[in-house]
């Protein structure tokens, strides 16, 4: 193998690969209903386009003390696509998609696989697995997007990225970050004075540099205390030592318009209620009552795509596979006695939490966990993890119906992994008109996944705007 086919990985990659445990692997789950999807289309898909992505014929390969991205010397699709013909009804579909995603990816493989089911009950079922270190969720959407066009006539465009060792434009800005930093003081005209330039003398540009400086390094310090201050999660059921046994549910759809007119009648995003309706679900689930439960601190950890945060030198290539998302954790109001109460209470959060620089935060500690040594990656995850006991992840799909291969997609829906000893995930996921929800979680801390997912949609019919929802 020669050194040009390695690539280092970015530690915002390799992060993934540091917080992996047995009990809670690192991967996003994908599945789609595909009318009249077939083996053969599938397999020519794959071979044509989703394989014109080079990283994905890579698998990750640890060699102190950095992750690196190493193509699979015997690589063949056949390793990489089962094709499932047992006949599922709603409810063995279910335990099917729970069992593989329990089923652990072998590492001396590219980390994803799918697996197609033709015969399940409403249609062919594609299920995807692949590991957080590839790409984030809005990669993967990325890449749908560009694979799956709105008409079944019409074929991708423009498709596919090479797997290239990309680590030097990050040096390279850091670099020229701090040597802007050091001459600012004798070099009024640095790209960051232009860009602050006004109406003043050179002196004073100078100085309002600095005070600019100054002030972002005061609020940068302010929000990190902030973020480390951050009160731990209540002891809760939700909090209970992971099994590393995961079962996952999905909703029937709901039409995105029935969150619209609740977002529009109480002046709130559809996101907003959203988490609103989780918070519900979460409630009875805490086994915390009485005054215990008006104490009770309990956060949602929400990724949140920070690519338009990033400066111009370091934006990814549109079609480009990675990670490039913080998170924000929002306090959930399981204390709320009222429907109405705890929507405007969660409004009041993300609001704030909008402001903050915390996604930028937790994604720079994010990536230090891949380049720190092993004893000391724990104390670092328990920063992040024990400030939440779930995760929430909201993914916007197409607002119109897109055809994989021919064959249009009836509907979509993914899990997140959930990091640390978080045992509950829960994925919103609007497309072509609709909204699924989806929930994994550890036998230890969830045994109701559908009565939970029932709740959530139970919120819905509570507030203004909205209406019964038949589950």
Known sequence: MSQEQTHLMLPADSAWLALENARNPMTITVMM??????????????????????????MPVKRAPAWWWEPDPVFDLRHHLDVVLDRFTESSLQEWVSARLNQPLPFYRPLWKFWLAPNAEGGSVLLLRVHHCYADGVSLTGIFDRLCPASPQQHPAVYGARQTGDLAPWISAAKGRIEQLVASGFAPETDTEKHLRNPVGEGEQAGGLLDQVARNGLKLVNEFSDFLAEPEDTPSDLKRPLLG?????????????????IAKATNVTINDVLLSCVAAAVRPRLGISGATLEDAVMHAAVPVDIRSRLPDDLQPEPDSLGNYFGTVFVPLPVDGESALERLYRIKQETRRLKKSWQPGIAWGLACCSSLIPEPLRQPLSDVFYRKASAVVSNVPGTPEARYIAGCRIAEQMFWVPQAGDIGLGVSIVSYAGQVQFGVVADEAVLDDPEAFLEDCLQELSELPGGSPIVV
């Open 33 to 58: 209903r595909v009318d009249g999807l077939t083996a053969p289309r599938l397999r020519e898909f794959l071979r044509v386009y989703w394989m014109a992505w080079e990283r994905f014929r890579y």
């Open 245 to 261: 046994r995961r079962h996952c549910r999905w909703s029937a759809p709901v039409p995105i318009e029935r969150f619209r007119s």
